[in-house]
Every structure is written in structure tokens, then in C-alpha cells.
């Protein structure tokens, strides 16, 4: 699928489906959190939600104080959604609509963030060209979320990778200590299980 029909597929799901219509929704994101606050960060850290759309990660990142908060996502609608719901505290939140594959950071970030974006690059070239864009923003700690090997191989129609801990690992190797894993069950809005795989991970030094 090409860069336009990326965005093309993801504006089409966020402009006919709410979000009790999708299966990645979360009225809580427990897990994403708990490995955030395993990092440690102080309040003015730098955060990067990678393929965020109107998650409400950024509802919590914003309630317990953290103040320098970026949400990317290649959907404009999605991203509309977000600040919407947030109203008067979107402005505190820098929005980046963006392909990640093209996605040109002005900073580094002590937390990278992405549950559920990554594992849709399935083509070498691409997931080559993601870990180079990781070893050059991530200042300190990223947190992945994909499907695991007892997961999906499809989301939102489209074909996904999955991991397992050793594969994570291996991916980013060269820049980064891999912390911890775990595999949790996702319950969908309509009662469906999707296994995922978390993992943490510290920015080598050089």
C-alpha cells in the first residue's frame, strides 16, 4: 500500500466509524501507563504518542501533569477527534498529522510511545526506515505495543507484523537495551480478545 493510500485507508476509518466501532479502542490504557510511569519522568519530559489518533493516552499523560505532550497520527480526523474531546486542553498538546515513514522530528523525546502503529509496517524497507528514525529521536525510553504471535494478522483490514519478545529485541538492537515484556489480552468494544505484546526500552549510550 503506498504512502496516499495509507492515509487514504486511515481518513476513510476515522471519518465512518466511531470509536465503539474499532477494535484498538480503550477507555483506559492501563498498560501503556504502567510502563510509563515505570520510566520514572519527570513532569516537563518530552512525550511522543506515534500513531496516537483519539486515543486517550493524552487525556491521562495531560491529568497527572506532564507537560510536553506530542500526538502523530497519519489521520487529520483522528486527530480532530482528539482535540475536540480534550477542548481548552488540546492547546497544551502539539499535534503532528503525519505519515511516520515521513515524519521529519525538530526535537528528540525522552518517551516514545506507539501501541499499534508499528506492527502495520510489514515491508523490511519500512521497518528499517522506523528503527533509523528511533535511534534519532529517542533521547532515553520507547514503548512499543503490537500483536503478539497469538494476535491478529489483520487490523482494519490491512495485513499486520507480529512479535514475540526475542524479535523485538532483535529489531532494535543496535540502539537500544530491550527492559521488559509483556503480553496482555486487549478486549475489543465488541467482546472480541486480541493478544498484544509490550515491550520497554532504554537508549543505549554511545
Not at 116 to 131: N, S
Not at 140 to 149: A, D, E, V
Amino acid at each position: 500500500m503506498s504512502k496516499m493510500d495509507r492515509k487514504t485507508h486511515w481518513e476513510t476509518v476515522y471519518n465512518t466509524k466511531k470509536p465503539d466501532e474499532v477494535s484498538w479502542t480503550q477507555e483506559v490504557p492501563q498498560t501503556s501507563l504502567d510502563f510509563i510511569h515505570s520510566c520514572k519522568l519527570d513532569k516537563a519530559a518530552r512525550i511522543i504518542d506515534v500513531g496516537g489518533g483519539d486515543s486517550k493516552l493524552v487525556d491521562y499523560l495531560l491529568s497527572e501533569g506532564f507537560e510536553n505532550i506530542t500526538v502523530l497520527d497519519i489521520s487529520g480526523k483522528a486527530l480532530e477527534r482528539a482535540k475536540a474531546r480534550l477542548g481548552d486542553k488540546a492547546h497544551n498538546v502539539k499535534w503532528v498529522e503525519s505519515d511516520i515513514l515521513n515524519f521529519k522530528p525538530q526535537e528528540t523525546y525522552d518517551l516514545w510511545h506507539d501501541r499499534a502503529a508499528f506492527h502495520f509496517l510489514t515491508e523490511p524497507e519500512q521497518i528499517k526506515t522506523y528503527v533509523e528514525l528511533t535511534k534519532k529521536a529517542v533521547a532515553r525510553h520507547m514503548i512499543l505495543g503490537t500483536f503478539s504471535k497469538n494476535g491478529p494478522k489483520k487490523c482494519s483490514g490491512l495485513d499486520i507484523k507480529q512479535y514475540d519478545k526475542e524479535q523485538m529485541e532483535a529489531t532494535f538492537f543496535n540502539g537500544f537495551h530491550q527492559t521488559q515484556c509483556k503480553t496482555e489480552d486487549h478486549t475489543t468494544p465488541f467482546e472480541t480478545t486480541q493478544n498484544f505484546i509490550f515491550c520497554s526500552f532504554k537508549r543505549k549510550q554511545d
